[in-house]
């Protein structure tokens, strides 16, 4: 939402008279404490909010701050989180009533509910690949591959990941910072929005906590489409329909010396899933088909993490902050149709970050290093896809998968540099400035740890195998390293009611060799110079993600060789997929945006928002694996975005509780010319060809947009809190619009063909009741709901043949049960 309707204020009632300055950028509440005794007077501190941090909090309403600076930022704090019901507690549950958020129905874990993997989401219509996501304002996004969920079973060389490099348990993070439009020119590589999770800061308090939360399919109601039901039943991939699954966290907040503070957050999410896997006797004198089991296993989804931080105060105005990171997801999988056929899809990522703070007699100095490994494997029990026919017609054909070890390894350094000027006057004008450099040099590689092969072959009857085909991919390390380099500066010139931001970015890489400069420009007006009525306008440019996928494809290639091909031995080098990026420019997206915010009482404040995206030079694959292939810049996307809100500025109290809510009610429209969920190494589609959408055939970019589209969303939360009782409330709203469904319909005659279905609107009401009792200090009880009403509707199409499986229904009502204890 607008910055002047998002800002975050501290506990008490906002005066009228207090004229918010518009030039200065918020200091984020997890670095109160520790920076406190720094910023003093400074123009980036007008109010410094105090955090008391506990390892259980309690579940109340979101407090009320009063702010006199500009955010641009929807802020998720801690409060705010322990009041929301809380599923899988990862980032993409927490941030999906944004208005600017749309996930995609389509791609819905609703069939795949045990799964802990996070949903991908699109912000203003832009690729779902294309949000940059930070740890304390450290990337970790994952640049490689991360369109590849492969729920399937596995395929040569392609390997499944995530955006979200780390997979963060929201336990552990204190303040979560959603960028959708107006984004401060210190952030880049995105065409979507930036989602920045702050990590719990350390107090001193010296209290550790304990939480444990519980869930399991007997506690969740699940539909899924008859054509799926022995998928699901089975637990094949991409399914689950039987589950448990047991979160556990802890935080531990110490005080090492008078200036230095620790704090160690450790968290185990677990879904144990039932996954029915067909086995071969190994008793019968030869393995074949026939002699085969079909067994029920208990299958892990487990993902751990490991924030560590440590935060002194030097004295002289320098502080510093150490922060370890540490996120792993193992996700077990067999294949039902498949002999002995299992694997492990992992996603890991580590990384170390320290910040350097320093306040001059100028203004704030801050300098950040990190470094971070962000993986992505497949680990498979054996290293060979093999069809394994018998010349003895009594013994049964079998199919077995497995290509070893491969893995996407992205290795990643920062550095960056800001300096905040104190305010400063030329003439009748105030100025705040600041300005900054940031570097990063990355290594990406796709990795094969041994030689995995593909065949067919025949058993004989005197015993040996007749081999008709078998291919080679050799084991082998290739990559990509490059280089980027951005600089930033920004000034805020305010003049009486009026202020000015004039900002740019300059950034170069030399991977594509490209100088892009990003302008962002944007003009605020406090009508009554009371702080009542705002409106804004804005203008930027941002540049896309980087294309690392892409630049692997070749060095991939290279490492497929024939060795047999119809029986006949020819060892025969593969095709090499040779690309070409020459006159590549990177993809952009231009934002216009309009804002406005009126306060409608001293409880009450009502926002509007208008934002409109051009994006520009996306990326289309032509050519092919003979002739090589070359990318061009024709993809584009226009999307229109309007917002109306309506939220609460402090408690109102009613029934003896206190209460605070929001409401949030979005149009959006989006026209595209190609597919926005192809990501990085999936083959583009010619925007230019004929297709046929119910019969009538079109050029491919005039199809309807399907994805990541909900034409029309309302969100609304209410929070009420019993304090006498020590009893917590808290309720999210959220409803869909009807929208049209696009489902493939095969492709005769090499034409694709697509049909479309109108589904229909849905509503979800999740609930949350949090009780403390005050004769048992320190326990918390927590009953969550989701989907209260169990509503269960079609979220998808079914599309044909092995598209099949996108079908999804609304997940119905889910059940957890929390139980914590601070100490």
């Not at 008391?52 to 704090?77: I, N």
């Not at 540490?326 to 996700?331: A, I």
């Not at 100095?365 to 470094?371: D, K, P, Q, R, Y």
Request: proline share 4%; charged share 20%.
């Amino acid at each position: 939402m607008p910055s002047s309707f998002d800002r975050d204020r501290a506990s008490g009632t906002r005066l009228a008279s207090a004229r918010p300055s518009l030039s200065a950028q918020l200091t984020p509440s997890i670095l109160a404490c520790a920076v406190t005794a720094l910023i003093g007077s400074s123009a980036m501190a007008q109010e410094v909010q105090g955090v008391t941090l506990s390892s259980v909090p309690e579940k109340e309403m979101p407090t009320v701050h009063v702010q006199g600076e500009r955010t641009d930022a929807r802020v998720y704090d801690r409060t705010e989180m322990d009041a929301t019901p809380e599923g899988n507690r990862d980032l993409t549950s927490l941030i999906s009533n944004h208005p600017a958020v749309r996930l995609d129905p389509s791609m819905s874990n609703s069939g795949n509910r045990g799964s802990l993997a996070p949903e991908s989401f699109s912000v203003h219509g832009e690729s779902p690949f294309q949000n940059q996501y930070l740890i304390d304002g450290i990337s970790g996004t994952n640049s490689i591959n991360p369109q590849s969920k492969q729920a399937g079973i596995p395929q040569v060389g392609n390997v499944p990941g995530f955006a979200q490099a780390y997979n963060v348990d929201t336990d552990l993070v204190d303040q979560v910072k959603v960028y959708d439009s107006r984004v401060p020119v210190e952030f880049g590589k995105f065409q979507g929005g930036v989602v920045d999770a702050r990590i719990k800061t350390p107090t001193g308090s010296n209290k550790i906590s304990i939480k444990r939360s519980f869930n399991s399919s007997n506690l969740t109601q699940q539909q899924v489409p008859d054509l799926d039901q022995e998928e699901w039943r089975n637990g094949e991939p991409g399914y689950s329909s039987a589950w448990k699954k047991h979160f556990t966290s802890m935080n531990g907040d110490f005080r090492l010396t008078e200036d230095t503070t620790a704090l160690i957050s450790l968290s185990r999410r677990e879904s144990q899933i039932q996954r029915q896997a067909r086995v071969l006797d190994p008793s019968a004198p030869i393995l074949n088909g026939k002699n085969s089991t079909q067994e029920m296993r208990d299958s892990k989804d487990t993902v751990d993490n490991l924030m560590a931080k440590l935060h002194t105060n030097w004295g002289g105005g320098t502080s510093s902050s150490l922060l370890l990171k540490y996120s792993d997801r193992q996700e077990n999988q067999v294949a039902n149709g498949y002999g002995n056929t299992s694997w492990v899809n992992r996603q890991k990522a580590m990384g170390l970050a320290f910040d350097l703070n320093q306040q001059l007699a100028s203004g704030k100095l801050t300098a950040t290093f990190g470094v971070d490994q962000l993986d992505s494997a497949r680990e498979s029990d054996t290293n060979t896809f093999v069809i394994q026919n018998f010349a003895d017609k009594s013994l049964s054909s079998y199919s077995s998968i497995g290509y070893g070890t491969e893995s996407l390894e992205q290795r990643q350094y920062t550095g960056k540099l800001r300096m905040d000027w104190d305010a400063f006057k030329t003439g009748s004008v105030q100025h705040k400035v600041y300005a900054g450099a940031q570097l990063q040099s990355t290594d990406a590689s796709f990795v094969r740890d041994q030689d995995a092969y593909s065949l067919v072959q025949t058993l004989q009857l005197n015993g040996t195998q007749k081999i008709t085909t078998r291919n080679r991919y050799g084991a082998g390390s290739v990559g990509v390293d490059y280089n980027s380099m951005g600089l930033f500066v920004s000034d805020t010139m305010q003049l009486g009611n009026w202020a000015l931001t004039a900002a740019a970015r300059l950034e170069r890489d030399d991977f594509l060799k490209n100088t892009n400069l990003s302008p962002r420009a944007r003009l605020d007006w406090d009508v009554l110079g009371n702080g009542r009525t705002q409106l804004g306008l804005g203008w930027s440019r941002y540049y896309g993600q980087d294309m690392l996928g892409y630049a692997l494809k070749q060095g991939k290639s290279a490492l497929f060789s024939q060795q047999i091909q119809k029986g006949v031995e020819i060892n025969k080098p593969g095709k090499i997929e040779y690309n070409s990026f020459d006159g590549v420019k990177t993809p952009h997206s231009d934002e216009w945006a309009f804002t406005a915010s009126q306060q409608l009482s001293s409880d009450l404040e009502a926002g509007f928002s208008y934002v409109r995206r051009a994006s520009r030079n996306g990326l289309t694959q032509n050519g092919s694996s003979d002739a090589g292939y070359y990318y061009a810049n024709g993809a584009s996307a226009k999307a229109e975005t309007a917002t109306i809100s309506l939220r609460t500025l402090r408690p109102w109290k009613a029934a003896a509780a206190h209460w605070t809510g929001r409401v949030d009610f979005s149009w959006q429209n989006v026209v595209r010319n190609h597919d926005s969920t192809l990501g990085w190494e999936s083959e583009e589609q010619a925007p230019d060809d004929f297709i046929v959408v119910n019969g009538v055939q079109m050029l491919r970019k005039d199809k309807p947009a399907s994805g990541f589209h909900v034409p029309r969303k309302l969100s609304a939360t209410i929070n009420g809190r019993w304090a006498q009782a020590g009893v917590t409330w808290g309720n999210r709203l959220n409803w869909n619009s009807a929208r049209t469904g696009i489902g493939f319909a095969g492709s005769p005659k090499g034409v694709d063909h697509f049909n479309s279905q109108r589904l229909s609107s849905y509503m979800t009401w999740d609930s949350s009741v949090t009780y403390q009792p005050h004769w048992a200090k320190g326990v918390t009880l927590s009953l969550d709901i989701l989907n209260v009403l169990n509503k269960r509707v079609p979220l998808a199409v079914p599309m044909a043949g092995a598209y099949v499986n996108n079908a999804r229904w609304q997940t119905g009502r889910e059940i957890w049960l929390t139980a914590g204890y601070q100490f």
